[in-house]
């Protein structure tokens, strides 16, 4: 690895820390917005995040992607839906936050990659490997061990995980870069928002305008907020493989556990401790075999590479010795298999 490379490579993990540190030591921002109440807070956000992905688009001049979008309907309503989707995460995520729900707010983005892997099988048709499968099996089993533990469903972690699974599916369809994509899906807020929010101040329910200069900057502080982690990610996700990323990503809801348990001092009960466990050795199970399987695939690139270039250099050579050079290469689909 040259220079060049591993310096790209340490800017990219910075980038990688800094934005699930922000997104995990979030739960730290949205108490100090009270005492407006969680629907003013995200109708906030909504409004403050376009304002401020538009100027960070004026500096990075990306233009031509919005009329492209726009003539394609398909994708439009894509966004769409990505729009409400998210919005919904962002409106619950606010809204346990301010409730003392930090824990089990965690918990829905520890049992994220879960539900989206089980999205895929229902949804795509996906098939899993059997460690997979265990995995998810033992996180059907943490949610009853938790619905039991909290005497009801956790409501609260699953809308979170499955919102932020249909977000991720429909992200992908759509194919946006993630600063475009959250300019389109804040346009389509907007206008709701903004309403929302002009609303209030004509019923005096307003606190933008009531509680003082300070307050209303922490409103506007929303947008930055929302983006300036998502433009740190976009940096990481360019220079570091995407392996690196996904065990990055349990950051964010370890720091949420630990500021719910630690700084809130939310209850912790034998049960839900048993429950929690159940989910990180389910995760424990999916990092152990997506990076077994990301080491063979490796290994077979590296073999399908060998066996060409042994063929161009002994060109002269007769066919049945290049047969035999060729089996002795271990078969690159029998060493992919789990």
């Not at 992607?65 to 995520?93: D, F, H, K, M, S």
């Not at 409730?99 to 089990?104: F, Y």
């Not at 809308?159 to 992908?172: E, P």
């Not at 690139?301 to 007769?318: D, M, Q, Y």
Request: aromatic share 10%.
């Amino acid at each position: 690895m040259t220079r060049k490379t591993r310096g790209e490579r340490h800017i990219g993990l910075l980038n990688g820390f800094a934005a699930y540190g922000m997104w995990g030591l979030v739960p730290l921002f949205w108490p100090l917005l009270k005492p407006a109440g969680s629907v003013e807070i995200l109708a906030h956000r909504m409004v403050w995040s376009l304002a401020f992905v538009a100027v960070a688009l004026l500096f990075v001049r990306r233009r031509r992607w919005a009329g492209e979008l726009v003539r394609q309907p398909r994708r439009l309503g894509l966004v769409t839906v990505a729009a409400a989707v998210i919005t919904v995460n962002w409106g619950v995520y606010i809204w346990a936050v301010n409730n003392g729900q930090v824990v089990e707010a965690s918990l829905g983005y520890f049992i994220n990659p879960l539900v989206t892997i089980a999205m895929g099988v229902l949804l795509l048709k996906e098939r899993l490997r059997p460690v997979q499968w265990a995995a998810v099996g033992i996180g059907f089993a943490a949610v009853l061990v938790l619905t039991i533990g909290y005497g009801r469903p956790p409501w609260v972690s699953l809308v979170l995980a499955l919102s932020f699974a249909t977000y991720g599916l429909v992200k992908k369809k759509v194919n946006l870069s993630g600063l475009e994509s959250l300019t389109a899906e804040t346009a389509i807020q907007f206008l709701p928002a903004l309403g929302y929010l002009l609303w209030l101040t004509a019923e005096g329910r307003s606190t933008f305008h009531t509680e003082g200069a300070g307050h209303a900057a922490l409103l506007a502080a929303t947008g930055i907020v929302t983006a300036l982690p998502l433009v740190c990610f976009g940096a990481a996700a360019i220079r570091v493989p995407l392996s690196t990323l996904g065990l990055l990503q349990y950051l964010a809801p370890v720091f949420q556990f630990l500021l719910g348990v630690l700084y809130f001092r939310e209850a912790m009960p034998p049960e839900r401790w048993a429950g929690f466990s159940l989910v990180w050795l389910a995760l424990t199970l999916l990092t152990w075999d997506a990076l077994r399987t990301a080491r063979r695939a490796a290994r077979t690139l590296r073999a399908e590479k060998i066996v060409p270039a042994a063929t161009i250099a002994t060109g002269t050579v007769s066919a049945a010795r290049n047969a035999q050079s060729v089996a002795s290469v271990p078969d690159p689909v029998v060493d992919a298999r789990p």
